[in-house]
C-alpha cells in the first residue's frame, strides 16, 4: 500500500484531466449541470452546499492521513466541532476536559445550557479521575484535546477509549496540536477526530478551515454533523480547500522541522533564568511525558508554553521586546508565533497570568534563540 506521506506529496495522485497539469484543478462553481434525462452529469456533484470536488479531494487525503472512513471539511475548527457536538439531545451527558481551547470551552458551554445538555467538566491531569468521572457518568459523547493549548497535557486516549467502550460513550479528539503525522487517534480508539485546519494542516496563516474524521461514517452524530453541514452551509470553500490540498503536500517535511526546532527551544528555554517552567511533551519533566511517548510518533509536536519568572508585568514585558517572532494569535504556521494567553482569556479560566504560548515554526532555531533572549532582556 503507498505510503501517507507520498499520496500527500502527489496530491492523492490527482492531476487535471483537462491540461495534464500535475496540480489538482480549481474549481470553483457552485452549481453542476443535469443530462437530458435530468440526472447529474457527475454522480455526487449537485449544489456547491453539500460538496465541492477540491473539498472532496481534501476529504479523502484526511481520511488516508487519519484513517478515517470519512472525513468532513468545515468553514472553520468550530465550525466542525459545533457540528459534532450539536448533535447531542436534551438530557444527553457532555464531558468535556477542561483546560482546552477557550473557544471550544465557551461555545460547549452556551450550547449545553441553552440545550439543557448536561456539561461535566473535567480535568485530565489525572487519568484515574478522568476515568471515574467516565464511568460513572455515562456521557453520550467524551471531549478531549491532546496536547491541549495552552496547558500542553496529554491524555491517554487508548484508556479513555477503553472507558467510553465500556459505557456506551463516543470519544472525540481535537488533535489540531499533534497532528495526524504524530498521532492517529482512531487507531488509539477513538470514534472521532477534529483538526482546526487552519493550524498545521494548512500551516501558512491563510486557511480558515476544521474537519471532522470518523472511524465509521453511519454514527449517529457523524451522521447528524453531516446533515448540520449541508443544511446550514458550513462546507469549506472551493479555494480553501484547494489551497489546503497544497499545504498538506509539505505537511510530513514542515511538522519534521517544527518539532525539531521546539524541542531544541524547549531544552533551551529550561535554561534560562528567566524562565520558571517549560512545558512540551518532549521534556522528560512534563508531567504527560510518558503517555506523550506512547501516543506521539516521530516528534513532540511545535506547541509549547513558558512561564515566565513574575508577574503578567514581566509577560507583558517580554512581550512587548519581541523582535521577529510576532506577537498574535493562532498556531501550527511555518512562521514563530508567540502569544500571551490571560489577556485573551481573562481571569476566567486559571490561565496562568505569567504564560507564554509559543507556536514553533520552521525559521532557523539559532535566530529564534536570539529573539527570545533579546525579549528576556526585558524581565
Ligand atoms: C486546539 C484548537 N481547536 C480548535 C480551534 C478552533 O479552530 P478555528 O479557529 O479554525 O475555528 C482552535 C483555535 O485556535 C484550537 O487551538
Not at 489540531?176 to 501558512?204: C, E, M, Y
Amino acid at each position: 500500500m503507498t505510503h501517507w506521506k507520498t499520496k500527500l506529496a502527489r496530491a492523492g495522485g490527482a492531476i487535471d484531466p483537462k491540461t495534464g497539469g500535475v496540480v489538482p484543478p480549481l474549481q470553483p462553481s457552485t452549481t453542476f449541470v443535469r443530462d437530458e434525462n435530468y440526472e447529474l452529469l457527475i454522480a455526487g456533484n449537485s449544489y456547491g452546499r453539500d460538496q465541492n470536488p477540491s473539498v472532496q479531494l481534501a476529504e479523502q487525503l484526511l481520511c488516508d492521513l487519519e484513517g478515517a472512513t470519512a472525513s468532513l471539511l468545515f468553514s472553520s475548527g468550530m465550525a466542525a466541532i459545533s457540528a459534532l457536538v450539536s448533535g447531542l439531545k436534551r438530557g444527553d451527558t457532555l464531558i468535556l476536559q477542561s483546560g482546552i481551547y477557550w473557544g471550544t470551552t465557551a461555545w460547549v458551554r452556551r450550547f449545553c445550557q441553552e440545550r439543557e445538555v448536561r456539561l461535566l467538566e473535567e480535568d485530565a491531569g489525572n487519568m484515574d479521575t478522568f476515568l471515574k468521572v467516565v464511568h460513572d457518568a455515562e456521557p453520550r459523547l467524551v471531549f478531549v484535546e491532546t496536547p491541549s493549548n495552552p496547558w500542553i497535557l496529554s491524555c491517554d486516549i487508548q484508556a479513555i477509549s477503553a472507558t467510553c467502550k465500556a459505557c456506551g460513550a463516543a470519544l472525540a479528539v481535537d488533535s489540531t496540536a499533534a497532528s495526524p503525522v504524530l498521532t492517529r487517534p482512531l487507531d488509539h480508539g477513538a470514534d472521532f477526530v477534529i483538526h482546526s485546519a487552519t493550524k498545521v494542516l494548512n500551516g501558512h496563516s491563510d486557511v480558515l478551515a476544521g474537519v471532522l474524521c470518523a472511524a465509521r461514517q453511519e454514527d449517529d452524530l457523524f451522521v447528524r454533523a453531516a446533515r448540520e453541514r449541508s443544511q446550514t452551509g458550513a462546507l469549506l470553500g472551493s479555494f480553501e480547500a484547494w489551497l489546503l490540498i497544497r499545504s498538506l503536500r509539505t505537511l510530513d517535511v514542515r511538522m519534521s522541522r517544527m518539532c525539531e526546532n521546539a524541542m531544541e527551544l524547549a531544552r533551551w528555554l529550561e535554561d534560562q533564568t528567566s524562565v520558571e517552567a517549560v512545558w512540551y511533551p518532549g521534556l522528560a519533566s512534563h508531567r504527560g511525558h510518558e503517555i506523550a511517548k506512547r501516543q506521539m510518533h516521530g516528534g513532540f509536536g511545535y506547541l509549547l508554553s513558558f512561564l515566565v519568572k513574575g508577574d503578567k508585568e514581566n509577560a507583558l514585558a517580554f512581550m512587548s521586546r519581541l523582535e521577529g517572532i510576532h506577537r498574535a494569535t493562532s498556531l501550527g504556521s511555518v512562521e514563530s508565533l508567540a502569544e500571551h494567553r490571560h489577556t485573551i482569556e481573562g481571569d476566567l479560566t486559571g490561565c496562568p497570568p505569567n504564560l507564554i504560548r509559543l507556536s514553533v515554526g520552521i525559521e532557523a532555531v539559532e535566530d529564534l534563540k536570539a529573539e527570545l533572549s533579546k525579549a528576556f532582556g526585558a524581565i
